[in-house]
């Protein structure tokens, strides 16, 4: 069974080159980078970008470019576009692979560990359509969401709630949002068109959950010293895990 790690990342962002911005040392994009190079499941490395920077970046650590038509490179664009595109481009090559992992490169979030146990959760199951890190998170359960009515006040998110909701957060049922770190992805599945849960309907509905403690999506530049910070408690000390 083939797999394979397609780092994704996208130049034309609102923080500017935050793929590449330094952290510890190293450019934010080289920790999901070098987390995949070490997990021993996988055996080819590519990166899919319109950007120079994160391209030349990602080749100096392995990874086959992939230049992104600039279609796949609006902030408008969708992230399945960008990996369709990709696995086009490996089938082409001829090496398709029966897994990809794809790696979000502005989040320093992964370890080498996590990748290898969410593709062997699949390799166990191939009806497994995605494998995914999550992260339980109470605080914004959608039972403690909130609309807007058309009148401009507020109005429960969810809307087909019924009897008594608690308002002590532990008391609710388990909510888990997708870490945006790392996703385990059947390419079978992936490529068949099929759609699945929204809003990433490429996942299907057969997606099984891997738990973390946490994640960093950096968007923002306080977003890195989080960064810093997380790699620094799980020992992660430029790139070396």
């Known amino acids: 069974m083939k797999i394979t790690a397609l780092l994704t990342g996208r130049g034309n962002n609102s923080l500017p080159d935050k793929n590449v911005l330094e952290v510890l040392g190293n450019p934010v994009m080289f920790y999901p980078a070098i987390a995949a190079k070490n997990s021993p499941v996988i055996t080819d490395w590519y990166c899919s970008s319109e950007n120079e920077k994160i391209l030349n970046t990602a080749e100096v650590l392995g990874y086959a470019r992939i230049v992104r038509p600039m279609e796949y490179a609006l902030p408008t664009s969708q992230h399945e576009d960008c990996i369709l595109h990709a696995l086009e481009v490996m089938e082409q090559l001829g090496k398709l692979p ?4 794809v790696l979000l490169a502005n989040n320093v979030a992964v370890k080498s560990e996590w990748i290898t146990d969410c593709v062997e959760i699949m390799q166990a199951d191939m009806t497994i ?6 992260v339980e998170d ?11 009515n058309a009148d401009g006040t507020l109005c429960m998110y969810e809307k087909n709630v019924t009897g008594k909701v608690s308002t002590n957060r532990q008391d609710l049922p388990p909510c888990y949002f997708l870490a945006h770190n790392f996703w385990v992805l059947n390419v079978e599945y992936l490529r068949s068109g099929k759609t699945g849960q929204l809003p990433w309907r490429f996942m299907g509905d057969v997606i099984r959950p891997y738990i973390v403690d946490d994640t960093i999506d950096i968007h923002v530049e306080r ?6 910070i997380w790699l ?3 020992g992660i000390m430029r790139g070396s895990e």
């Open 98 to 101: 029966d897994i990809v992992v």
């Open 129 to 134: 359509t995605a494998v995914v890190p999550v």
């Open 138 to 148: 109470l605080d914004h359960h959608p039972l403690r969401a909130k609309g807007l």
């Open 223 to 228: 977003d890195l010293l989080i960064a810093k």
């Open 232 to 234: 620094e408690e799980n």
